[in-house]
């Protein structure tokens, strides 16, 4: 079955500095990748749709200069937290759509901000 | 805006009885709802997909019905074992977007 794969699974960060979050669909091609952040025992808040070969498209409230979204190609699609900080800990997830119209998720990358 | 409420919050339930959870939305303009399974700081893994056409879907010893007119889906889980302790998301898809529900956190005890 299809299978997003999703790295680092954890990393910490000083405060000020950028983190990249790599996500691949490793057995097919999705033109368009999503990124979710989740908050301790709170759901799947969708930040940005990315799409492949242009701009994302990213919710609202949410600052596309400070999460920076690449998806340069078709398996392919990063998260960069630019200048992060405390508040930007957090669980992001990511995830691909496949056929059939379900969506597989990666194992997601628990960032701390220190 | 598509709004998703699972409801037990949390059920701890002991080994070998059925679990029973809920799942309602919103918006029925809904083209699939997808079950997810969410160990603790894991990703998600999906469990069923039922179209918008479809009723029911079972894998093993898992059933999720979906009404789509009233907006709700039910998972049932027969005989659970510890191994099905996890958080059970559900997830509507309106257009490309899904909206996730809280979760239920089940346990399971031996």
């Known amino acids: 079955g299809a299978v997003v794969s999703q790295h680092p699974s954890r990393v910490i960060c000083k405060s000020g500095t950028s983190v990249k979050i790599e996500c691949r669909s490793l057995?097919?091609?999705?033109?368009?990748m999503f990124w979710y952040r989740q908050f301790p025992k709170q759901s799947l808040m969708l930040m940005a749709t990315s799409n492949e070969g242009s701009k994302a498209t990213y919710e609202q409230g949410v600052e596309k200069d400070k999460f920076l979204i690449n998806h340069a190609s078709l398996t392919l699609s990063t998260l960069t937290v630019t200048s992060a900080h405390p508040e930007d800990s957090s669980f992001y997830i990511c995830?691909?759509?496949?056929?059939?119209?379900?969506?597989?998720f990666g194992s997601g990358t628990r960032l701390t901000v220190v | 805006k598509q709004e998703v409420t699972q409801i037990p919050a949390a059920l701890s339930v002991p080994e070998g009885e059925n679990l029973v959870l809920n799942c309602s939305f919103t918006?029925?303009?809904?083209?699939?709802l997808q079950w997810f399974r969410q160990d603790p700081g894991k990703g998600l893994t999906s469990l069923l997909l039922i179209q918008s056409s479809q009723r029911e879907q079972t894998s093993g010893r898992l059933n999720a019905s979906l009404d789509k007119s009233s907006g709700r889906s039910t998972l049932y889980i027969a005989a659970s074992q510890p191994g099905d302790s996890a958080t059970y998301l559900c997830?509507?898809?309106?257009?490309?977007?899904?909206?996730f529900g809280a979760g239920t956190t089940v346990t399971v005890r031996a």
């Open positions: 997830a509507v898809r309106n257009d490309y977007k899904l909206s």
């Open positions: 918006d029925s303009a809904i083209y699939n």
């Open positions: 057995d097919f091609q999705a033109t368009t």
């Open positions: 995830s691909a759509r496949g056929q059939g119209g379900g969506y597989t």
